[in-house]
T-cell receptor, first 115, second 111 residues
Framework: GAVVSQHPSWVICKSGTSVKIECRSL??????MFWYRQFPKQSLMLMAT?????????EQGVEKDKFLINHASLTLSTLTVTSAHPEDSSFYIC???????????FGAGTRLSVL | SQQGEEDPQALSIQEGENATMNCSYK?????LQWYRQNSGRGLVHLIL?????REKHSGRLRVTLDTSKKSSSLLITASRAADTASYFC???????????FGKGTLLTVNP
């Protein structure tokens, strides 16, 4: 099956620093990539949708200046959490959709802990 | 926003038993999908059922969809300890491919 690689899997940072998370589709071209946030024992909340070469579409309530998304190629999307604060600590998961497919392939997630 | 509601929130069964999880949603859909998540990991797609389909099978999985009741069920037959995970339903509306996830069911299969 299609593989999506997400790095890093775990990151600890100091408050005020920025953290970049990468999401790569390894064996297919991802027309669309999605970024989710998941709190402990809760469901996934869609943060934004990114299409290659265009600006990301953010869900209501998600600060686009706080969570910068870049989808520079058909195989790579990045999420940068800028000026991270403890309340940004969470599990972030990306997914990718190939052209013509209805399902999403998920990365393994990144656990962010902001001290 | 969360559209789906799964029940039960948690289910504990013995190996070999069947596990049934239900999902309800609020709006019209294009399709409904079930995903599995092992603790602290990403999600794995299990099965997709379109709005014009009523039942679908994949190995030990059986999914039903009742659009009049806006509900779906996932049945896992002859469960195994390795089936222990959280199971989420997710709906797709329109053609934007966005998934709206339910709250999930935590399934524990005891050996």
């Amino acid at each position: 099956g299609a593989v999506v690689s997400q790095h890093p899997s775990w990151v600890i940072c100091k408050s005020g620093t920025s953290v970049k998370i990468e999401c790569r589709s390894l064996d297919f071209q991802a027309t669309t990539m999605f970024w989710y946030r998941q709190f402990p024992k809760q469901s996934l909340m869609l943060m934004a949708t990114s299409n290659e070469g265009s600006k990301a579409t953010y869900e209501q309530g998600v600060e686009k200046d706080k969570f910068l998304i870049n989808h520079a190629s058909l195989t790579l999307s990045t999420l940068t959490v800028t000026s991270a604060h403890p309340e940004d600590s969470s599990f972030y998961i990306c997914s990718a959709r190939a052209t013509g497919e209805n399902i999403q392939y998920f990365g393994a997630g990144t656990r962010l802990s902001v001290l | 926003s969360q559209q789906g509601e799964e029940d039960p929130q948690a289910l504990s069964i013995q190996e070999g038993e069947n596990a049934t999880m239900n999902c309800s949603y609020k709006t019209s859909i294009n399709n409904l999908q079930w995903y599995r998540q092992n603790s602290g990991r990403g999600l794995v797609h299990l099965i997709l059922i379109r709005s014009n389909e009523r039942e679908k099978h994949s190995g030990r999985l059986r999914v039903t969809l009742d659009t009049s009741k806006k509900s779906s069920s996932l049945l896992i037959t002859a469960s195994r300890a390795a089936d222990t995970a959280s199971y989420f339903c997710a709906t797709v509306r329109g053609s934007n491919y966005k998934l709206t996830f339910g709250k999930g069911t935590l399934l524990t299969v005891n050996p």
